[in-house]
């Protein structure tokens, strides 16, 4: 069973390791010539210490050296360097354009792909796992792969050719040395699996403790306020203490492969240096053989610790480039925007700004329906709220007016155009919305304000910043509409504010507002509802809210429980039929006994 | 740096250990060549093989000795290095928490943590690392270099120009690469965060049809990664073939120059062979200092990094012994206060006082100065301009014991700690009985949910209470700031997630605390604050109205239009 799902991830490793050949096809020149020079400049610097040890067999004695030979020779090895050297800075270069252009071509193709993506596939993925696919695995695969192929390939080459040239000194000592060689193997195996169980311990601790440091220097506030700092210190020494034990295992204990293969390749090397004394005595070996030969023997270890820890990498890299393919050769979302600029659907025309839901149904998920049956008219200029509970189809209801999402049945009309015969993009360009997520990028309050309008002018966003209220912040910043945005540099208040001015200054024909002034405070709420009243004057809008006093005034209120609508009219007619609007109401303002 | 030799310092006899034995084996591996040559030159000449037996003998013991050292000096440099990050850790724990809120929001939560984690782990691999190979490497450089001129002074002159111009070459090439990598980090983590940002804005993108500007921006940026990514690049990519060409012309020079001194008698063709041996030696410690400098280098910025939060001067400090409390009295006499680093300030010119056991509502909108107030009076930060008495004397003249025994405080955000409810509940007074504690649960309207909660006080939290709803958490805060019994009440904005009724019986139980605290009570809600013997209403950092709820309603527009804006009806009705 086990076995068999291994094999099944072996096969999709190979499949992940066969999409990235494809994709990179247009580099397979480059990629051929990569392998080939490494092929060359190894075989080369492989061959040179033959060379040299022949060269040191012409230095026999006083009066008998052969300065002919040895020229002859010292030629011979100049030739090479110069080719081997050259063959391998030429392997450079293409690797390195073609690690990075790989890079690029992954990371821009991602990019587009996240624009046209189904915001299901997106909100059922969180950021960070599709981040760390488009950073981290695209480096690990381009890195893995590229690299992993050439060292696997001139490792290769590396052993075979030795093993050539050390049988072709002597047979004996080469067969000696192939012997010895897993000694080494096991060593290092037997001191990666002790210190593997240190390290673990080691990082299960350092897990514990850093969740510690999150809650004491994120909570520090309440640390102090109750004088806990004296307790925090100690239970940080304590877990610290337990860290320090098992760090100092697993740094020792891993810090042994070294010398421990050293010393293994030491006792090969004695080894060789008597074999091949000995073999020199009776005449089979010469003292330029023994040199080649002990250089070898050096060396000789070196691809094969290389080759196991390649194929670990390009197992690694195999599984990033599942995870990076996974992504990039997702469907995109039938009718995407097109980031050429040629759209296939027509675009929408507006007219009065009659909006019509005939009859919609939704769901996330195809075993649980939400939106049932639902029908709505709005009419020019019409004011909808949308109210209910938590999870009641508010906000899903928005998804499928700005085609989000797409409807599973029934039809949504614009003045009498199907938004799905249109294209999306003319759809959005007639909305303007504000969530109740404060997204902002991050640059100065200025880019954020006119993100959708780039050419706005300051006269204009500063009349725009007057009239959703945030201009009062805005000139008290460091830097006014300069200042740059940080992570954590405005509240969650003020963000909503600087959103509410990014669509203000747009004047959108018609309105969404998610929940769009929760985080305000009911005064400045009260002066934002005014200039909402002033912008929606005459547009189309549908605002969702939580706290039912801000949408009393609205021409149409919907009432939702369970993806349906269970009452609908104006304030007063609903307050007066004592129903479900009624209690939601009065639970937010029942006065107090 | 020097708080990494400050605290290695506490292990100074590993710390000189390690790298000794380390010394000692690379002796040890300077004899090899050595043992070889003798090996040519004496043993095959002569056909002597007892000698070779002999010698290969030595060959052995030099590697079983070393072994021996290598894992000497490992030991001593794993406990100097892991002992020394422990302890830096453990200090700049304790400093973090000591410092002020100022000078944390000035080096950033986030970032301290990342000292505390990830940049001493760097350091204590930085320091590992140096400890065994820092002399080492350059030991067996020299060392070679030094046998190399005991077996032939004029071969060995070769050396002296191949080692240093190899380094230099090497060196050279590390120190131009490695500001650049820095610079491919940083436009790295800028392409990160706009891929991030793709993907959390994505509705917003959608919604202004922005996607064509966004693949624009990040393309541009990306591709000037890329060709500062293929520069660097090329850079590294020389170095190989260069040293290669280096070490290969020095070992021509050196076959040269042997052939020449062999053959007028001076030197054996098994030296030529060890002088070859060395200069492979060589090459290869190269190399390896050459990474082992990078390593440090990364090291050395990360201690730089902890040593600045070391070095951080706390500009809070509280007197040893202070003044005692008189009473349980609040003054605030012309306070302004700005941030440090913001643009205005938050807080300008509040005057108000408070009697003991009297409840104060505070009022306003968002960043009216609500919480900067309450951070005023647990000197969380200082008054920029202004006097603010606690109990009588200026908070700056309590001791922190005694300031802080004075006051329990509601954080607007309800902070829970991992561990049993009990546990975060004892947070001042560790010596609370259950009975304190329930007694507080029961004011705090928690001992329903946490008697159904299974184990009740002993109810395992979660890291930040995650297994709670923003409620419960909210109404254990208030229970863990009524077990400190403490003179003065502060609660800012802590009913924020609790539905009418529930706060209104909160209201009333608080009110019957017996000894009653002076107690402020800061919120959004006109409904929280209407009872309270006096109101402060705060707009924009100003105090702009005093007095009571009738009062207040009567002749103050501001109070007067939060009120109306979230009880619209009376408006209407009166």
């Not at chain 1, 052993?159 to 004996?172: D, E, N, P, Q």
């Not at chain 2, 709670?468 to 502060?490: C, P």
Request: proline fraction near 3%; glycine fraction near 8%.
């Amino acid at each position: 069973m086990a076995n068999k799902k291994k094999q099944q991830s072996n096969a999709q490793s190979w499949q992940a390791i066969g999409k990235v050949l494809k994709f990179i096809s247009r580099y397979r020149l480059l990629l051929f010539f990569s392998i080939l020079l490494a092929g060359v400049s190894v075989l080369l610097q492989l061959y040179v210490p033959i060379v040299f040890g022949n060269a040191i067999d012409q230095i026999v004695g006083p009066g008998r050296v052969d300065f002919g030979k040895i020229t002859g020779y010292l030629g011979q090895i100049a030739v090479l360097i110069a080719l081997s050297a050259a063959a391998s800075w030429v392997m450079g270069l293409i690797n390195n354009k073609l690690i990075y252009q790989t890079i690029q071509d992954i990371r821009q193709r991602a990019i587009r792909q996240i624009q046209v993506l189904p915001l299901s596939y997106l909100d059922s993925h969180s950021s960070g796992d599709i981040v760390s696919r488009i950073i981290a695995d695209t480096d690990q695969l381009s890195d893995g792969l590229l690299l992993g192929f050439s060292q696997l390939f001139t490792g290769g080459v590396t052993i075979f050719a030795t093993l050539v040239f050390m049988f072709s000194k002597s047979v004996l000592i080469t067969l000696l040395v192939i012997l010895l060689t897993p000694l080494s193997f096991v060593v290092a195996h037997f001191i990666a699996g002790h210190s593997y169980q240190m390290f673990r311990l080691q990082s299960q601790t350092r897990g514990v403790q850093t969740a510690l440091i999150e809650e004491m220097v994120g909570g520090v506030k309440v640390v102090k306020a109750f004088g806990y700092e004296g307790r925090a210190s100690k239970r940080f020494a304590k877990i610290n203490e337990q860290l320090q034990e098992y760090s100092q295992k697993a740094t020792f204990f891993s810090s042994l492969t070294n010398p421990a293969t050293r010393f293994i390749n030491s006792l090969i090397y004695a080894l060789v240096a008597l074999a091949g004394a000995l073999a020199i005595i009776s005449g089979r070996l010469t003292v330029g053989g023994l040199s080649a030969l002990l250089n070898y023997a050096n060396q000789y270890m070196k691809p094969f610790n290389d080759i196991s820890s390649v194929v670990t990498e390009l197992q690694n890299a195999a599984a990033c480039a599942s995870r990076v393919f996974e992504l990039i050769e997702q469907e995109p979302e039938i009718d995407a925007v097109s980031l050429t600029g040629k759209e296939e659907k027509p675009g929408l025309t507006l007219g009065a700004g009659t909006v019509r839901l005939d009859h919609v149904d939704f769901s996330y998920t195809p075993d649980k329906p939400l939106i049932r049956d639902f029908y709505l008219t709005a009419k020019k200029g019409m004011r909808i709220a949308l109210v209910g509970p938590t999870g009641c189809g508010k906000t899903t209801t928005i998804n499928l007016l700005m085609r989000f999402y797409d409807a599973q049945d029934g039809d949504i009309l614009i003045d009498d155009q199907s938004i799905y015969s249109v294209n999306r993009s003319s759809l959005r360009e007639k909305f303007g919305m504000v969530l109740q997520d404060t997204w902002l990028e991050e640059g100065t309050v200025r880019d954020n304000i006119a993100f959708g309008k780039e050419d706005a002018t300051d006269e204009e966003i500063i009349e725009a910043a007057k009239e959703a209220h945030s201009w009062d912040f805005i000139k008290r910043l460091s830097q006014g509409l300069d200042t740059e945005l940080l992570a954590d540099s405005l509240s969650a208040g003020q963000k909503q504010l600087l959103c509410i001015t990014r669509v203000m200054l747009v004047k959108p024909p018609m309105l969404i507002l998610d929940e769009a002034t929760s985080s305000i405070d009911t005064r400045t709420e009260m002066l934002i509802q005014k200039a909402f009243d002033k912008l929606m004057e005459g547009r189309t809008s549908f605002v969702v809210a939580h706290r039912l006093s801000t949408i009393v005034n609205s021409d149409l209120i919907l009432v939702m429980k369970d993806g349906q609508i269970i009452e609908r009219g104006q304030h007063e007619d609903l307050l007066a039929k004592k129903g479900f609007y009624y209690k939601l109401y009065n639970s937010q303002f029942a006065k107090l006994a | 740096m020097r708080y990494v030799f400050k605290y290695l310092s506490d292990y100074r006899k590993e710390s000189i250990l390690a790298p000794l034995f380390k010394l000692l084996e690379a002796l040890f591996d300077l004899f090899v060549p050595i043992v070889v040559a003798r090996i040519i030159d004496q043993g095959i000449k002569t056909h002597n093989q007892p000698y070779i037996f002999g010698q290969v003998g030595l060959l052995f013991l030099l590697a079983f000795l070393g072994i021996a050292a290598s894992i000497t000096a490992q030991w001593f440099a794993a406990k100097a290095s892991v002992g020394m990050a422990t302890k830096l850790r453990q200090a700049t724990f304790d400093k973090v928490e000591s410092l002020s809120f100022a000078k944390i929001d000035q080096l950033s939560p986030s970032s301290l943590i990342t000292r505390l984690t990830s940049d001493i782990n760097q350091v204590q691999t930085g320091c590992n690392m140096a400890l065994r190979l820092l002399l080492r490497s350059p030991f067996i450089v020299f060392g070679s270099m030094i046998a190399a001129f005991l077996i032939n002074v004029k071969a060995a002159l070769i050396f002296l120009v191949a080692v240093p111009l190899l380094a230099l070459v090497a060196f050279g090439i590390m120190l131009v690469s490695i500001p650049l990598y820095r610079k491919v980090q940083k436009s790295l983590d800028e392409i990160t965060r706009l891929t991030s940002e793709n993907l959390t804005g994505v509705r917003v993108i959608r919604a202004f049809r922005k996607e064509k500007s966004e693949v624009a921006k990040f393309d541009a940026k990306l591709t000037a990664m890329t060709t500062l990514n293929e520069f660097v690049g090329r850079l590294s990519v020389a170095l190989n073939p260069i040293t290669y060409v280096m070490i290969n012309l020095a070992m021509i020079a050196l076959i040269w120059f042997g052939g020449q001194e062999v053959n007028q008698g001076q030197m054996a063709q098994g030296q030529v062979v060890a002088l070859y041996n060395y200069l492979a030696q060589m090459i290869v410690e190269l190399i390896k200092l050459a990474s082992l400098i990078i390593t440090i280098n990364r090291a050395w910025a990360c201690g730089d990094r902890v040593g600045q939060v070391l070095a951080t001067e706390n500009d809070l400090t509280y007197p040893e012994s202070g003044a005692k409390p008189q009473d349980k009295s609040i003054k605030v006499e012309n306070v302004s206060f700005t941030y440090p680093g913001a643009g205005g300030p938050s807080i300008s010119q509040i005057s108000f006082s408070v009697k003991p056991g009297e409840t104060v509502g505070i009022i306003g909108g968002t960043g009216s100065g609500k919480t900067s107030l309450i951070s005023l009076l647990t000197r969380f930060y200082d008054v920029t301009s202004g006097n603010l008495l606690l109990g009588g004397r200026k908070v700056q003249d309590y001791s922190k014991e005694d300031l802080l025994a004075q006051f329990a405080l509601v954080p607007q955000k309800a902070q829970l700690f991992k561990g049993t409810i009990r546990d975060n509940l004892k947070y001042a007074s560790s010596q609370a009985s259950d009975a304190d504690l329930w007694e507080a649960l029961k004011v705090a309207q928690a001992a329903d949910f946490v008697s159904s909660k299974k184990g009740g006080l002993d109810f395992e939290l979660e890291q930040e209470g995650r297994n709670l709803s923003g409620g419960q958490k909210q109404r254990l805060t208030i229970a863990r700031a009524l077990v400190k019994k403490a003179g003065i009440l502060l609660l800012d904005d802590s009913d924020s997630a609790l539905d009418l009724a529930t706060s209104a019986k909160l209201r009333q139980s608080l009110a019957k605390l017996d000894p009653k605290p002076t107690t402020i009570l800061v919120s959004q809600r006109a409904s929280s604050v209407m009872q309270a013997d006096q109101i402060l209403v705060l707009d924009d950092g100003k105090l702009a109205g005093r007095g009571t709820h009738a009062e207040l309603l009567k002749n103050n527009p501001v109070y007067q239009e939060i009120y109306y804006s979230q009880f619209p009806k009376e408006k209407e009705g009166e």
